[in-house]
């Protein structure tokens, strides 16, 4: 076999990589404006979704996504980007508590991540995968983070990973930084997507 014919083993892997590098920086060159956050998200995991089930193309798909659910997923972007900013309050009015190790804060902080990052982790792929009102999303997202705790803190892990590499290899932070933009959000992304298509299967009847 030619390695480097189209459908080589070889050249679908590269083609991946090259998929998700474009997921990436589109994702987060369109993350930057608050307001179009969310339809990037949904986009993004929309996108994953097809690429798993080896539908579509990738830009086509991105765009005609994020053009359609720049004002659905608007409400989901907005209450994200409040979600996350009001823990990083949080945390920082903690930092002398935290600093000293109070076992009272650090379960506080624990309590209160759970509460907004578990949804946080099924509430784009919710929106991309089913037709909801986002009401609809954010409680079934309560839901399945929790009965499906793995995914949740699986997908957890793989973002936290980059921050704790960083803190692990400081020589190596600017690398990380420059993996991170080219892979960062999409890789974690696509390794999720397929646990969510799993999940999802055992609720068709969202659909």
Known sequence: MNLFSYNSPVMRFLERVFDLVVLNL???VLCIPIVTAGAA?????KTLFDIRQQKGRTLITFWQTFRAEFRPALPLGLLAFVA???YGGYLYLLYAQLAEEAAWAWITVAAIGALFFFPMT???PLFAKFQNTIKKTIVNAFYMSIRHLPVTLLMLAMQAVWVFAI???PYQAAFLVLAWFFFGISLPAYLGSGLFLKVFAHYAEME
């Open 26 to 28: 589109l994702t987060l």
């Open 41 to 45: 998200m949904t986009a993004l995991f």
């Open 84 to 86: 996350i900013a009001a």
């Open 122 to 124: 099924f509430v784009f």
């Open 167 to 169: 803190f692990l290899f």
